[in-house]
């Protein structure tokens, strides 16, 4: 699943330390082609999605492409800090805010204006007046908490951006249906996953939805065209079994799915040379050929 191929845009000053392949995909993620409301960012670990996320981000609030400035992060528990991290080294003139499970307690004497100001920060910043990165997890508590603020306030998000967005692949659980309102109150939405398709290439299929629900139809209407269907043996509902036209959905998801091989990424490496060197370790290290033999 190969980017497609469009016209590059000037590098603005912020993009200079991202690497080239990062700022190709982060120019392919910024404004997904109608009537596609997302796309999938589908490349390996270590290549740097949250940094691509975040550009693509600011990118579209660089182009005038976003009304509010707020970008809402859906991530694990264990990732939200990792994303301030992040915010700090490639968006410092963003404020970043993270939604807290746990109530802090209120000061005596503290008006309610002013603990939820000093306790639940990201409450101003969702209304997106100012450039700002909001990080929330997957948990349905806190996503619920957003979404009833979202809703009071009605508040229109820009960008939403799920990390590891496998998390979303089943569209019946609570996460995905919770995560799937904050997605529906924004413009676009970023999905950045290294594992979009893992053990059922079916599971792809929610992800894609959620990218442009009236692009991919139905799931059944989905497996028919890839997939073998059979009834299942009581003889009512049907089982969708091993994928037939692989090459076929390659080529059909490619305009919101990206995903890139490291030579794509880092250009061709040199090969690699191993040598057989002796080095003299020291007295500290010398060990009897008794106890190397034991060894």
Not at 23 to 45: E, K, S, V
Not at 194 to 220: E, F, Q
Not at 246 to 262: F, M, N, T
Request: with cysteine; net charge positive; hydrophobic share 40%.
């Amino acid at each position: 699943m190969n980017a497609v191929k469009q016209a590059p845009l000037p590098r603005p000053p912020w993009a200079k330390r991202l690497r080239e392949y990062q700022w190709t995909g982060a120019q392919w993620l910024h404004q997904p082609p109608y009537p596609l409301r997302g796309r999938i960012l589908n490349d390996d670990r270590g290549f740097g999605k949250c940094a691509m996320g975040l550009s693509a981000a600011r990118l579209r609030q660089d182009r005038g492409l976003s009304d509010n400035k707020c970008v809402l992060v859906l991530a694990p528990a264990s990732a939200r800090f990792d994303w301030r991290r992040d915010v700090g080294k490639f968006w410092p003139e963003a404020k970043c805010s993270i939604v807290s499970e746990k109530a802090i307690g209120q000061r005596k004497g503290e008006s309610e204006a002013m603990y939820l100001a000093r306790s639940e920060p990201w409450r101003e910043l969702l209304k997106g007046e100012a450039p700002a990165v909001v990080a929330c997890s997957y948990s349905t508590a806190s996503m619920g908490k957003l979404k009833e603020y979202v809703l009071s306030n009605d508040i229109l998000l820009d960008t939403v951006i799920a990390d590891e967005a496998h998390n979303l692949k089943r569209a019946a659980n609570e996460t995905s249906k919770e995560a799937r309102y904050l997605i529906g109150r924004s413009n676009v939405t970023f999905l950045l996953t290294a594992t979009a398709v893992h053990n059922k290439p079916m599971d792809l299929h929610n992800l894609l939805d959620i990218c442009s629900p009236s692009k991919w139809g139905s799931r059944y209407k989905f497996a028919d065209k890839y997939f073998a269907v059979r009834a299942t043996e009581k003889g009512y509902g049907r089982t969708v079994d091993e994928l037939l036209d692989k090459e076929g959905l390659k080529r059909d998801i490619a305009v919101a799915c990206l995903k890139r091989s490291i030579a794509e990424a880092y250009g061709e490496l040199p090969a690699i040379i191993r040598e057989l060197r002796y080095v003299d370790a020291g007295p500290t290290f010398r060990i009897s050929r008794e106890s190397a033999r034991k060894l």
